[in-house]
């Protein structure tokens, strides 16, 4: 970047106003005014004249992109947690450092997901749209619209990281039993605090809960983690939610499996091919199935705002000549 006064920053979405001035003040940014998804073509002549790219979860930055690369590109800085769509090997191997966002939108997603686990068994959306529709409403009746309660059930947490944690702080003060599947069992004092239970086993765990919530990241090793075997392994009257990434989990499988009838229903806020979603889904978000949500797990103002903040740190951290503070390094082999 040596004879540059200030880097090329290319943008690849709309940041919220205070951000872009921001970067605008900083950095020779430039904005993607429109918010139009970048084709792969235009990726490409991004990374090949940018200092620094600053994609998002709608771009896929694999090695075919890394590889067209410009000499100046030296900094990816991901707005946004997950980089599943980074190709973190290739660009470490083109002297690319990768940054994201991580630590920012924690409360944002645990609020979405309570939001869910409240909205499913008690058919939140269900009773919402009654009124609205035009549907003729005859008033109170003890046997309409029922439920399920969720205080005194379990809720089994696939992921307690951060997000998980928060999560099942929420839910513990809705009366959930707390159980989790993760790699590492969390500090003893977070299991006391959540009075936890932890599976080593997630079969085990998905067995026997009324509640299924999938908080953990995307990684070659998690694809389908729920897989089909897996998610018929749940109880007919248990309920999944998943905040996380669509991959996790096989989507059409648990499709079948509440349609069914083997599932009582899915709240979902990400999917296997977003921004496609599966027709059969749809079919079962209009029967009451489902709760199906346009990836706003994190969508906050101050989240985004946050995210923004963070991008601006670790690209002025490594013009600095520093080690960025969010760095991703390639998982090992």
């Known amino acids: 970047m040596a004879g540059k006064k200030k880097p090329l920053v290319v943008i690849t979405r709309k940041l919220p106003d205070p951000v872009e001035t921001r970067m605008r003040e900083l950095f020779d940014a430039r904005l993607n005014v429109e918010d139009r998804p970048m084709t792969q073509p235009e990726l490409v002549a991004a990374v090949k004249e940018a200092d620094v790219l600053v994609p998002t979860v709608t771009d896929t930055i694999d090695a075919a992109v890394i590889a067209q690369a410009g000499e100046n590109l030296k900094l990816i800085a991901n707005f946004g947690n997950g980089i599943d ?45 009654i009124l609205p529709d035009g549907k003729k409403w005859a008033g109170w009746s003890p046997t309409w619209m029922l439920g399920r309660r969720i205080w005194g059930k379990r809720l089994g947490i696939v992921g307690m990281g951060r997000i998980g944690t ?38 085990q765990m998905l067995a026997r809960m009324d509640i299924i919530s999938v908080n953990c990241p995307s990684t070659p090793a998690t694809f389908h983690l729920l897989s089909a075997r897996r998610l018929a392994l749940m109880q007919p009257s248990a309920y999944l939610v998943n905040t996380a990434r669509g991959d996790l989990i096989d989507e059409e499988s648990l499709v079948k499996l509440i349609d069914t009838g083997k599932l009582a229903g899915a709240g979902l806020d990400v999917y ?33 705002i946050d995210m923004g903040e963070k991008v601006i740190i670790n690209i002025r951290t490594f013009c600095d000549g520093h080690r960025p503070p969010d760095r991703v390094l390639p998982l090992k082999a």
């Not at 290739?90 to 909205?119: Q, Y």
């Not at 999560?167 to 936890?196: C, Q, T």
């Not at 977003?274 to 489902?290: D, I, Q, T």
């Open 85 to 129: 769509k980074i190709d973190i090997a290739a660009a470490a191997a083109r002297g690319i450092t990768v940054t994201n966002t991580s630590g920012v939108l924690t409360e944002d997603t645990a609020d979405m997901t309570m939001a869910l686990i409240l909205a499913l068994p008690r058919r939140l959306t269900e009773g919402a749209n």
């Open 166 to 203: 928060a999560v099942a702080r929420r839910a513990k003060a809705f009366g959930l039993s707390i159980h989790y599947h993760n790699r590492h069992r969390v500090m003893p004092a977070i299991e006391d605090e959540l009075e936890a239970t932890y599976w080593e086993s997630l079969d």
């Open 272 to 304: 296997e091919n977003e921004p496609a979603l599966s027709p059969k889904l749809l079919k079962l978000s209009a029967k009451g199935k489902v709760v199906l949500l346009p990836h706003m797990g994190s969508a906050t103002l101050e989240g985004r």
